[in-house]
């Protein structure tokens, strides 16, 4: 086992091998760790972590890489601000007192048994940003303890869930609740099946028109795998760098409360679909057009539509929206700027 440390103990790495368990740590006072306020372990094996890694009162961070652990108990860190899990086999993790936490950062970890386990007493009001990476074929249940069907929101001050390259990530029964949503593949290897399934979402906490959503290096918008869009309700979304030729999963089809569309780097695109004249609530929409050579009749639909950006845009494109067939489409129309 590796120790690095400074004097005052703010820092702690530690570094274990089969042989040797934190556990076995050599304790020379009641509280030897009270002054750390940085704490990474790597290699831990063993069904609890250390009893003195759940009682650190100026911990701020905590990073645990290739740890496998049954339960990860977490009691007495009330300053915790960020907590990081790579590599990570666990079944539940407690997150009781962490009402200072602000940043959660989960990737690549998987369940011992059946499922990945986050249970909470009460909400963490403080919690703004949570990551997922290289979750493949994974399900999470997020849920107040002894209330798993429960919709209640354990976040409310949620900013930021991003969702990178989880392949088939499934919640149960709620994704979480967040101001903005992000689904990623892998830049330059777009990814099927990047939306996460989910029964339901947890309670809102701000208006509708207010959420936010990327989409970022994906493809396959036509597989249902892409469903559980349905379940939201965003105020405005970006679709970036994916590769279909019509670049918007229908799924999104009955939001009512979209009003900003952005479609960005998709240069597969080859139209829009007539459905989205449906979104009636649409104000700004914005679209590299790339290979476009007509605009779809729905634009005429979009009767609400205040500004229309088309980017990138061929010189058949131009010349029809400027002079010719296309024209009428946009008269209805304030601001139509065409580059």
């Given at each position: 086992?590796?120790?690095?440390?400074?004097?005052?103990?703010?820092?702690?790495?530690?570094?274990?091998?089969?042989?040797?368990?934190?556990?076995?740590?050599?304790?020379?006072?009641?509280?030897?760790?009270?002054?750390?306020?940085?704490?990474?372990i790597k290699g831990y094996d063993d069904a609890y972590n250390p009893l003195w890694m759940s009682s650190l009162p100026n911990l701020v961070k905590l990073e645990l890489t290739s740890v496998v652990l049954e339960h990860i108990r977490l009691d007495q860190l009330p300053n915790l601000v960020k907590l990081e899990l790579s590599s990570v086999g666990f079944e539940h993790l407690r997150l009781d007192q962490l009402q200072s936490l602000q940043e959660l950062h989960i990737s690549r970890v998987q369940s011992i048994r059946s499922k990945v386990c986050i249970w909470c007493t009460e909400p963490l009001r403080k919690l703004r940003r949570i990551t997922m990476s290289e979750l493949t074929n994974q399900?999470?249940?997020?849920?107040?303890?002894?209330?798993?069907?429960?919709?209640?929101?354990?976040?409310?001050?949620?900013?930021?869930?991003?969702?990178?390259?989880?392949?088939?990530?499934?919640?149960?029964?709620?994704?979480?609740?967040?101001?903005?949503?992000?689904?990623?593949?892998?830049?330059?290897?777009?990814?099927?099946?990047?939306?996460?399934?989910?029964?339901?979402?947890?309670?809102?906490?701000i208006p509708a028109s207010l959420y936010k959503m990327e989409i970022r290096y994906s493809r396959g918008f036509s597989s249902t795998s892409w469903n559980g869009l349905r379940h939201f309700?965003?105020?405005?979304?970006?679709?970036?760098?994916?590769?279909?030729?019509?670049?918007?999963?229908?799924?999104?089809?009955?939001?009512?409360?979209?009003q900003k569309l952005e479609i960005l780097n998709c240069d597969e695109i080859t139209t829009l679909p007539e459905w989205l004249g449906e979104i009636t609530s649409l104000r700004e929409l914005k679209v590299e057009t790339y290979f476009m050579k007509t605009l779809p009749a729905c634009i005429q639909q979009l009767t609400g539509l205040q500004t229309l950006t088309l980017l990138n845009c061929g010189p058949v494109l131009e010349k029809r929206c400027r002079y010719g067939e296309d024209k009428n489409k946009l008269a209805h129309i304030p601001n139509v700027t065409i580059l």
């Open positions: 086992m590796e120790r690095i440390c400074s004097p005052q103990l703010i820092e702690l790495h530690i570094v274990c091998s089969k042989y040797n368990k934190v556990s076995t740590l050599d304790v020379k006072k009641p509280h030897p760790y009270d002054s750390l306020e940085i704490l990474s399900e999470l249940q997020i849920s107040m303890e002894g209330q798993g069907c429960s919709d209640e929101n354990l976040f409310p001050g949620l900013q930021d869930l991003e969702i990178h390259c989880c392949s088939m990530l499934r919640f149960e029964p709620s994704i979480p609740r967040s101001a903005r949503y992000i689904l990623s593949g892998r830049k330059g290897q777009p990814g099927q099946d990047m939306c996460p399934s989910f029964a339901r979402i947890m309670r809102p906490s309700d965003i105020g405005e979304l970006i679709i970036d760098d994916c590769y279909d030729d019509i670049p918007l999963p229908e799924s999104i089809r009955g939001w009512r409360s979209l």
